[in-house]
């Protein structure tokens, strides 16, 4: 009788609408319940650690419909992805340090890789303090472009790395003629393994930014 005073004769599409909403609760503790299990499992576990634990939160937020917070202060140090940041800036400012200490020689591809890594660096720098000052408040176009600008300093990186490499390895034919070389043949070396592990950072930093994009 209350729900025909409230609704009229639409008794049947109230019923159906509570009951979805039931069905709704019950997949939504199935799920959870499941996390917990998966939970349990890792604990007892030797893969279990803090990046497994992280991303089993995401899939489950996502599963659940819950939907997360960007970070801010200095939860970015303890939240992932966002703890890459400081990695993304140490890496990337190692690339650009090696390189300019080797009198950017040659000048083609390496000045492409001072561009790069000096853009990435000073940009990074610059996300990474606002999200530490909360400017992003919790919006989803701030979760779609850091997903976006993760994306494409992967893709710079990642063209910058590669002629890196390969000017490294013409110039250990040089190295073996002249030994004046060795030492900025050495910087080279070592700034084409920081510039992969930067452009590795980028990638995993894009790929759960992705994930928890998709969440909002």
């Known amino acids: 009788m209350v729900m025909e005073r409230f609704h009229g004769e639409d008794v049947d599409g109230l019923s159906y609408s509570v009951t979805d909403y039931i069905r709704s609760c019950e997949e939504r503790i199935v799920s959870t319940k499941k996390f917990v299990k998966l939970l349990l499992f890792l604990k007892e576990s030797s893969f279990c650690d803090f990046f497994t634990a992280r991303l089993c939160v995401i899939i489950m937020d996502m599963d659940t419909g819950y939907r997360p917070r960007l970070p801010s202060g200095g939860a970015i140090f303890v939240t992932l992805p966002d703890m890459f940041y400081v990695l993304e800036i140490i890496f990337g400012g190692l690339v650009w340090t090696l390189v300019a200490s080797t009198f950017i020689e040659p000048h083609n591809p ?107």
């Open 110 to 216: 390496q000045a492409w890789v001072m561009t790069v890594s000096l853009f990435c660096f000073c940009t990074t720098l610059i996300w990474m303090f606002i999200f530490a000052c909360g400017t992003h408040n919790n919006s989803r176009g701030w979760a779609a472009a850091d997903v976006f600008y993760h994306f494409v300093a992967t893709v710079l990186y990642l063209s910058a790395a590669v002629p890196l490499a390969k000017v490294t390895i013409d110039m250990g034919d040089i190295v073996s003629r002249n030994t004046t070389q060795d030492k900025y043949y050495k910087m080279d070396i070592s700034a084409s393994v920081f510039a992969y592990i930067a452009t590795l950072l980028y990638f995993v930093h894009a790929v759960f930014s992705a994930v928890r994009w998709k969440t909002f």
